[in-house]
């Protein structure tokens, strides 16, 4: 398997533009987790879906932000508007069900940069 | 709020030397985990420690995990350059609840 594949790698965009992150997980994987690093905060989770349904979305930070999971293979993390506080390396990871694994697999990452 | 504390939070250390990385968390748990990040890098998964008690060692490193202490630690055995990057640690609350570290930036010198 290729991991987890994130696009773009590298996103610039000016404020108030639309963002879409996009995540393809690891094949049979069962959760989706949605993360932000920055330096100030660190690294947060955002969301994560289990089997393409939302499960918990309190962190969020803000209705700017959206994430969707339409099948087992894509999901998508839309910032609209965006903002230059916005700016930060989006990671995406999977996790297989089950005790099978409790690891978690990192994509390499989107750099955000907003304008 | 639950805090997971990692200290130091940066490390300098020469090769041959022996360092050790603590991570205390707020809350409980029975599950932690570490990660290796090299500099605009992604993460990479270097232990999970399931259970109080639980150690596991791949290389130079070695962790640990005492839930009863709210206390992972993660140790450097002889250190080489190739060590050098951050290193975060993470709890998982309930299942899926990830909350990490600050991160330990360890840099190993010749």
Redesign the interface.
């Known amino acids: 398997d290729a991991g987890v594949i994130q696009s773009p790698r590298h996103e610039v965009t000016e404020m108030g533009q639309e963002v879409t992150l996009r995540c393809k997980p690891i094949s049979g994987h069962d959760?989706l987790?949605w993360y932000r690093q920055t330096m100030m905060r660190?690294?947060?989770?955002l969301i994560?879906f289990?089997n393409n349904v939302p499960?918990?979305d309190s962190g969020m930070p803000e209705d700017r932000f959206s994430a969707k999971m339409p099948n087992a293979s894509f999901s998508t993390l839309k910032i609209q508007p965006s903002e230059p506080r916005d700016s930060a390396v989006y990671?995406c990871?999977s996790?297989q069900g089950g005790a099978v694994s409790?690891?978690?697999?990192?994509?390499?990452?989107t750099r955000l940069t907003v304008t | 709020e639950l805090k997971v504390e990692q200290n130091p939070l940066f490390l300098s250390m020469q090769e041959g030397k022996n360092y050790t990385i603590y991570c205390n968390y707020s809350t409980t748990s029975d599950r932690l985990y570490w990660y290796r990040q090299d500099p605009g890098k992604s993460l990479e998964s270097l232990f999970v420690l399931l259970s109080n008690g639980a150690v596991k060692q791949e290389g130079r490193l070695m962790a640990s995990l005492d839930t009863k202490a709210r206390l992972s630690t993660l140790h450097i055995t002889a250190a080489v350059h190739d060590l050098s990057a951050t290193y975060f640690c993470a709890v998982e609350v309930g299942f899926n609840k990830f909350y990490f570290g600050s991160g330990t930036k360890l840099n190993v010198k010749p």
Do not use: H, M, S, T
């Open positions: 959760y987790f660190g690294l947060e989770l994560y289990n499960i918990d990671f990871a996790r409790y690891e978690q697999y990192f994509g390499p990452g």
